[in-house]
């Protein structure tokens, strides 16, 4: 870092027509002077008040340049209208460089005063410090600092923070990450910042980790490899004190294909199987939920009735009624098909009219139809059977980042794993039980999933609910999406700090950037990748800083690398999972293992296999399939001589 | 003309110092004399006395002039190719007054006038100060006619006090008519800021130079200071022509001349003033415009004696040349552009800002 220059670079000026007020003021400088839209600067006033001269930092919000020339026309005249002249003049007009700043903080702080004239300097390190409030949470002992990027400006190189209290909570929390797509930014900002989360969170204030969910493409899903960085990348990482590594616990999950051979994801090359799991939820994880999924034009108060008759008395009990012949234990959707086949064909059958306890039949046959679909329409998440995978609830690890591969599924899907995912989350949190104390959950896309406009989604309150209430629980919203004037306000409102990429010009123009300088705005419109502007509550003003490049191989190079398996064969599939267990099982041994069985019990096989985790895999696997003769291998019988052959004319057969 | 061009040539002029905090304004003086002598003038500048018409301007007039470079005064065709264009004008020198009526003593003007004057020299394509400008303040009070106690008041002010009714050469005192007086305060207004100028053009010629090469460029004549008229490094541009030094056929020829022509070097010699070299040069086109239009005329030192006739025709081409490299940019919106040159007016701009 280059030492702050004690000489000042500019004066502070002030007009009749543009005065300085107490959060805004103008300064020139001479027409060499490395600053720009979003340098900070001090000022040291000229006049002591209260015995001490005053000093005010600022951030640049807007440039002027101009000539002392009165219209171009004079430009045109002096050169005899012909641009190549310009170069014959001897003396270059006199020109200005006067720039507006915004008042970041003054010292003192009362009596709040427009900005006096003074001297202008570049603001150092212990000054970004102070401008930005910083000092309060960067003091030995009490440090709550988590780095964001550098800012830098005329050589200068200064790390900004965030303050944990105002990122994870209590005192404000969540992020709100806008850019455009295809510039690499939210995504690798979000992958920095934990990282820098992960390594700066105080270990006082407890353990913290990450849900991501990945909505597109293989973005996610490489985040335990090692990206590649330059050498400035790396200077980065040492400045802010984050290790240049990728993340050490990544956990995968992703929900089945629907043809239940592999998993829905990008991430099915054989060296990446350690850390993927199946996510597979069956009747008891999915009813509680079961509203994200149904039309409410189509489920009205009698089948909501009936639902919550099942989900209290039919499902994990021993149900019996008068009507039906035998009592039912309702584990899985397929025994719900079954009690709800049973329960019509009864109360059908009776003749004594059309209701069954109040509920009417043809509300019976519509809630049959719209839950027993669920397993349909979700297929490869939802299962018939009882094997069940889910997220460790309970035992989260600290600095662990769990990845949910939504990409490859239906909307339906993605909003049923959505809401389960945060609600248990809240659940445990509420209790304190989840293994961590704070819990991160990032989501792209925030425009598509909690848009500002649209009826009301399950999604959409359960994203709300994060936002207003999510920090006092310790859940965490990471939020991104391209244009921030689509998501509720609700949620952007409640995100406590607001990261921008490089924005697009008609989402700059929308009234929630009317606050920004055309300048800034410009600037917003033309950042370079692994460029960012920062909100913070701290901050009074928004302030540009630069990160690095994160430490994790990108989705695109991760996707080239570790290209995706071929769609396997049922025993290619039931090997390559059991493989994970016990690097021991053969192809061979799966084929000779699972012949003549049928597919689905092959696949719960493998599911309660990889559930279970036993010792002995194979033995395990193998037991699943006792009740099944085992083909061998009948010896061919000695073949009869041929018969003789009969003469064509013969018609005796002689 | 490249800026290494230029800056090869030019010799680097000492640092630039902050021109003198003004030692008062018109409003602090009025609120003072207010104060001291109760009653008097509003804040109300209003415009300038140099701007009213104080007096009878000086007559338009033909003055038949020696030449001294051939024996009749022709048109000299300049080289004005860029390249030919030698970067001899390093520095720049300008001043300003300006006069307003600070309190009426019993009807009698006491007028607070201001002089400034400032040397811009140029560093690479750029102009700078150098030296310190003057920046001076006084009250031009008619001693003579006004009380020991409004005296000795002025004398309290805080400003320096210049008494306009001093005896001329003719040793007779001013009447105590209004209009007299502020025509008397106003020429002595103007001798002060002629001073000034003389002050730092002859600091910069007694500084380290080495002649045209560093040459300095007075706005007006250069005829009131024995050294700067005697200075090879001092060339004054003279913008006014109530005074022109041509007559008949040689006046045809000046105000035919045109664009890049000068005329030959004739001597001018006005009674007490220093004789000088003088030349007209032709800054712009003057098709369509009157014949005075981009006219200037040049002044340097006289040649010497033993120099060759040759030497003054290159000389004074190559002052024309460098007079004619200013030409760009312009000067606008000042009313003068087409004789004003652009550092000239950068002067009065860096005045303006500081006074």
Same mark, same amino acid.
């Given at each position: 870092?280059?030492?702050?220059?004690?000489?000042?670079?500019?004066?502070? +000026?002030?007009?009749?027509?543009?005065?300085?007020?107490?959060?805004?003021?103008?300064?020139?400088?001479? %027409?060499?002077?490395?600053?720009?839209?979003?340098?900070?600067?001090?000022?040291?006033?000229?006049?002591?008040?209260?015995?001490?001269?005053?000093?005010?930092?600022?951030?640049?919000?807007?440039?002027?340049?101009?000539?002392?020339?009165?219209?171009?026309?004079?430009?045109?005249?002096?050169?005899?209208?012909?641009?190549?002249?310009?170069?014959?003049?001897?003396?270059?007009?006199?020109?200005?460089?006067?720039?507006?700043?915004?008042?970041?903080?003054?010292?003192?702080?009362?009596?709040?005063?427009?900005?006096?004239?003074?001297?202008?300097?570049?603001?150092?390190?212990?000054?970004?410090?102070?401008?930005?409030?910083?000092?309060?949470?960067?003091?030995?002992?009490?440090?709550?600092?988590?780095? $964001?990027?550098?800012?830098?400006?005329?050589?200068?190189?200064?790390?900004?923070?965030?303050?944990?209290?105002?990122? $994870?909570?209590?005192?404000?929390?969540?992020?709100?990450?806008?850019? $455009?797509?295809?510039?690499?930014?939210?995504?690798?900002? +979000?992958?920095?910042?934990?990282?820098?989360?992960?390594?700066?969170?105080?270990?006082?204030?407890?353990?913290?980790?990450?849900?991501?969910?990945?909505?597109?493409?293989?973005?996610?899903?490489?985040?335990?490899?090692?990206?590649?960085?330059?050498?400035?990348?790396?200077?980065?990482?040492?400045?802010?004190?984050?290790?240049?590594?990728?993340? @050490?616990?990544?956990?995968?999950?992703?929900?089945?294909?629907?043809?239940?051979?592999?998993?829905?994801?990008?991430?099915?090359?054989?060296?990446?199987?350690?850390?993927?799991?199946?996510?597979?939820?069956?009747?008891?994880?999915?009813?509680?939920?079961?509203?994200?999924? %149904?039309?409410?034009?189509?489920?009205?108060?009698?089948?909501?009735?009936?639902? @919550?008759?099942?989900?209290?008395?039919?499902?994990?009990?021993?149900?019996?009624?008068?009507?039906?012949?035998?009592?039912?234990?309702?584990?899985?959707?397929?025994?719900?098909?079954?009690?709800?086949?049973?329960?019509?064909?009864? *109360?059908?059958?009776?003749?004594?009219?059309?209701?069954?306890?109040?509920?009417?039949?043809?509300?019976?046959?519509?809630?049959?139809?719209?839950?027993? /679909?669920?397993?349909?329409?979700?297929?490869?998440?939802?299962?018939?059977?009882?094997?069940?995978?889910?997220?460790?609830?309970?035992?989260?690890?600290?600095?662990?980042?769990?990845?949910?591969?939504?990409? /490859?599924?239906?909307?339906?899907?993605?909003?049923?794993?959505?809401?389960?995912?945060?609600?248990?989350?809240?659940?445990?949190?509420?209790?304190?039980?989840?293994?961590?104390?704070?819990?991160?959950?990032?989501?792209?896309?925030?425009?598509?999933?909690?848009?500002?406009?649209?009826?009301?989604?399950? *999604?959409?309150?359960?994203?709300? @609910?994060?936002?207003?209430?999510?920090?006092?629980?310790?859940?965490?919203?990471?939020?991104?999406?391209?244009?921030?004037?689509?998501?509720?306000?609700?949620?952007?409102?409640?995100?406590?700090?607001?990261?921008?990429?490089?924005?697009?010009?008609?989402?700059?123009?929308?009234?929630?950037?009317?606050?920004?300088?055309?300048? +800034?705005?410009?600037?917003?419109?033309?950042?370079?990748?692994?460029?960012?502007? +920062?909100?913070?509550?701290?901050?009074?003003?928004?302030?540009?800083?630069?990160?690095?490049?994160?430490?994790?191989?990108?989705?695109?190079?991760?996707?080239?690398?570790?290209?995706?398996?071929?769609?396997?064969?049922?025993?290619?599939?039931?090997?390559?999972?059991?493989?994970?267990?016990?690097?021991?099982?053969?192809?061979?041994?799966?084929?000779?293992?699972?012949?003549?069985?049928?597919?689905?019990? *092959?696949?719960?096989?493998?599911?309660?296999?990889?559930?279970?985790?036993? @010792?002995? *895999?194979?033995?395990?696997?193998?037991?699943?399939?006792?009740?099944?003769?085992?083909?061998?291998?009948?010896?061919?019988?000695?073949?009869?001589?041929?018969?003789?052959?009969?003469?064509?004319?013969?018609?005796?057969?002689? | 003309?490249?800026?290494?061009?230029?800056?090869? #040539?030019?010799?680097?002029?000492?640092?630039?110092?902050?021109?003198?905090?003004?030692?008062?304004?018109?409003?602090?003086?009025?609120? !003072?004399?207010?104060?001291?002598?109760?009653?008097?003038?509003?804040?109300?500048?209003?415009?300038?006395?140099?701007?009213?018409?104080?007096?009878?301007?000086?007559?338009?007039?033909?003055?038949?002039?020696?030449? =001294?470079?051939?024996?009749?005064?022709?048109?000299?065709?300049?080289?004005?190719?860029?390249?030919?264009?030698?970067?001899?004008?390093?520095?720049?020198?300008?001043? #300003?007054?300006?006069?307003?009526?600070?309190?009426?003593?019993?009807?009698?003007? =006491?007028?607070?006038?201001?002089?400034?004057?400032?040397?811009?020299?140029?560093?690479?394509?750029?102009?700078?100060?150098?030296?310190?400008?003057?920046?001076?303040?006084?009250?031009?009070?008619?001693?003579?006619?006004?009380?020991?106690? #409004?005296?000795?008041?002025?004398?309290?002010?805080?400003?320096?006090?210049?008494?306009?009714?001093?005896?001329?050469?003719?040793?007779?005192?001013?009447?105590?008519?209004?209009?007299?007086?502020?025509? !008397?305060?106003?020429?002595? &207004?103007?001798?002060?800021?002629?001073?000034?100028?003389?002050?730092?053009?002859?600091?910069?010629?007694? !500084?380290?130079?080495?002649?045209?090469?560093?040459?300095?460029?007075?706005?007006?004549?250069?005829?009131?200071?024995?050294?700067?008229?005697?200075?090879?490094?001092?060339?004054?541009?003279?913008?006014?022509?109530?005074?022109?030094?041509?007559?008949?056929?040689?006046?045809?020829? &000046?105000?035919?001349?045109?664009?890049?022509?000068?005329?030959?070097?004739?001597? &001018?010699?006005?009674?007490?003033?220093?004789?000088?070299?003088?030349?007209?040069?032709?800054?712009?086109?003057?098709?369509?415009?009157?014949?005075?239009?981009?006219?200037?005329?040049?002044?340097?030192?006289?040649?010497?004696?033993?120099?060759?006739?040759?030497?003054? #025709?290159?000389?004074?081409?190559? =002052?024309?040349?460098?007079?004619?490299?200013?030409?760009?940019?312009?000067?606008?919106?000042?009313?003068?552009?087409?004789?004003? &040159?652009?550092?000239?007016?950068?002067?009065?701009?860096?005045?303006?800002?500081?006074?």
């Amino acid at each position: 870092m280059i030492a702050s220059s004690p000489a000042p670079f500019g004066r502070v +000026v002030a007009t009749e027509r543009r005065p300085n007020t107490a959060f805004e003021f103008h300064f020139w400088t001479s %027409l060499d002077t490395p600053i720009g839209i979003g340098t900070i600067v001090r000022v040291v006033g000229d006049v002591p008040v209260g015995g001490a001269r005053p000093t005010v930092y600022g951030v640049v919000t807007e440039g002027f340049a101009y000539t002392d020339l009165q219209t171009p026309l004079h430009d045109v005249l002096g050169h005899d209208g012909s641009p190549e002249n310009p170069g014959y003049a001897a003396t270059a007009r006199a020109e200005i460089r006067l720039y507006t700043a915004a008042v970041l903080r003054q010292i003192p702080e009362e009596p709040l005063q427009p900005v006096p004239m003074g001297e202008v300097f570049l603001a150092d390190d212990a000054d970004v410090a102070v401008a930005l409030r910083m000092d309060g949470y960067l003091k030995e002992g009490a440090r709550t600092g988590v780095p $964001v990027g550098v800012y830098r400006a005329g050589g200068m190189e200064s790390p900004i923070y965030l303050d944990a209290d105002f990122l $994870v909570g209590p005192e404000a929390a969540h992020l709100n990450i806008s850019g $455009v797509s295809g510039l690499a930014t939210k995504t690798s900002a +979000v992958e920095w910042l934990l990282a820098s989360l992960f390594a700066h969170f105080p270990a006082e204030k407890g353990s913290v980790a990450a849900i991501c969910f990945n909505v597109k493409g293989p973005d996610l899903l490489f985040l335990d490899q090692p990206g590649k960085l330059d050498e400035a990348d790396l200077a980065l990482y040492e400045r802010l004190e984050v290790p240049a590594r990728p993340f @050490d616990r990544v956990h995968y999950y992703a929900p089945y294909s629907a043809k239940g051979y592999s998993l829905a994801t990008l991430r099915t090359h054989d060296a990446l199987q350690h850390n993927v799991r199946p996510l597979q939820w069956g009747l008891n994880e999915v009813l509680q939920y079961a509203e994200v999924l %149904l039309n409410k034009d189509d489920v009205d108060a009698k089948a909501d009735a009936l639902i @919550d008759f099942i989900v209290e008395r039919v499902v994990n009990k021993s149900f019996s009624d008068p009507l039906l012949k035998r009592a039912y234990q309702v584990r899985t959707f397929a025994e719900l098909e079954e009690w709800f086949r049973d329960l019509l064909m009864a *109360v059908e059958g009776k003749g004594s009219g059309d209701t069954w306890r109040t509920h009417h039949v043809a509300t019976i046959r519509k809630v049959r139809n719209r839950l027993t /679909n669920i397993a349909l329409r979700c297929q490869g998440l939802v299962t018939d059977g009882t094997s069940t995978s889910d997220l460790p609830w309970g035992t989260f690890e600290d600095r662990a980042v769990y990845v949910v591969d939504v990409a /490859n599924l239906e909307e339906d899907a993605q909003d049923l794993i959505f809401a389960r995912v945060v609600s248990k989350l809240r659940e445990h949190l509420e209790r304190r039980d989840l293994g961590v104390k704070h819990v991160v959950v990032f989501v792209d896309e925030l425009n598509k999933y909690a848009p500002g406009d649209g009826q009301e989604t399950y *999604v959409r309150k359960m994203l709300l @609910d994060i936002a207003e209430r999510g920090r006092y629980l310790g859940l965490v919203l990471f939020g991104a999406q391209q244009f921030r004037s689509q998501v509720h306000r609700r949620v952007v409102g409640n995100s406590g700090t607001a990261l921008y990429g490089r924005m697009d010009a008609d989402e700059l123009a929308t009234p929630g950037y009317a606050v920004l300088s055309p300048a +800034v705005k410009t600037k917003l419109a033309t950042l370079a990748k692994g460029q960012l502007m +920062v909100r913070h509550p701290h901050f009074t003003q928004p302030v540009f800083v630069r990160f690095p490049r994160p430490a994790v191989m990108t989705g695109r190079e991760g996707v080239e690398r570790f290209p995706q398996a071929a769609e396997p064969t049922l025993e290619a599939a039931v090997t390559r999972a059991l493989r994970t267990l016990d690097p021991a099982v053969t192809l061979a041994w799966v084929q000779q293992t699972i012949a003549l069985q049928d597919e689905r019990a *092959v696949l719960a096989a493998r599911d309660r296999t990889l559930l279970t985790r036993p @010792d002995d *895999v194979r033995a395990y696997f193998a037991a699943q399939f006792r009740g099944i003769v085992t083909p061998r291998v009948v010896p061919t019988a000695p073949a009869a001589p041929p018969l003789r052959a009969v003469p064509a004319d013969d018609p005796y057969g002689f | 003309m490249s800026e290494a061009r230029h800056g090869e #040539t030019a010799p680097a002029p000492p640092a630039a110092q902050p021109a003198a905090p003004p030692a008062a304004s018109l409003h602090v003086v009025r609120r !003072r004399l207010r104060e001291l002598l109760q009653g008097g003038l509003g804040d109300e500048a209003g415009a300038p006395l140099e701007a009213q018409s104080l007096g009878t301007p000086e007559a338009p007039r033909l003055v038949s002039a020696q030449p =001294i470079e051939g024996h009749a005064l022709r048109a000299v065709r300049t080289d004005t190719a860029p390249d030919a264009a030698p970067a001899v004008l390093v520095a720049f020198l300008d001043g #300003t007054q300006a006069s307003h009526v600070a309190h009426y003593d019993d009807g009698l003007p =006491i007028v607070l006038g201001r002089v400034a004057a400032v040397v811009r020299a140029r560093r690479g394509r750029t102009l700078h100060t150098w030296a310190r400008p003057i920046v001076e303040h006084r009250l031009y009070a008619p001693c003579a006619h006004l009380s020991p106690a #409004t005296r000795a008041v002025l004398a309290s002010a805080g400003v320096p006090v210049v008494d306009t009714t001093e005896p001329g050469p003719d040793g007779t005192v001013p009447a105590p008519h209004p209009l007299a007086l502020l025509e !008397r305060a106003v020429h002595f &207004v103007q001798a002060d800021r002629e001073r000034a100028e003389r002050d730092l053009a002859e600091r910069w010629c007694r !500084r380290d130079g080495d002649g045209l090469r560093a040459a300095l460029c007075v706005d007006g004549s250069i005829q009131g200071s024995e050294q700067l008229a005697a200075a090879p490094c001092v060339i004054g541009i003279v913008k006014s022509h109530r005074t022109m030094y041509a007559e008949g056929a040689a006046l045809r020829t &000046v105000l035919a001349l045109a664009r890049g022509e000068r005329s030959t070097v004739f001597r &001018v010699s006005v009674g007490r003033r220093q004789p000088v070299a003088s030349w007209y040069l032709r800054l712009r086109d003057p098709a369509g415009r009157d014949p005075m239009w981009g006219l200037v005329r040049l002044e340097a030192a006289l040649p010497d004696r033993g120099d060759a006739p040759a030497a003054l #025709t290159q000389r004074a081409d190559a =002052i024309s040349r460098a007079v004619l490299a200013e030409v760009s940019p312009l000067s606008l919106p000042d009313a003068r552009w087409d004789k004003l &040159v652009y550092p000239i007016r950068d002067c009065e701009q860096f005045l303006r800002a500081v006074c």
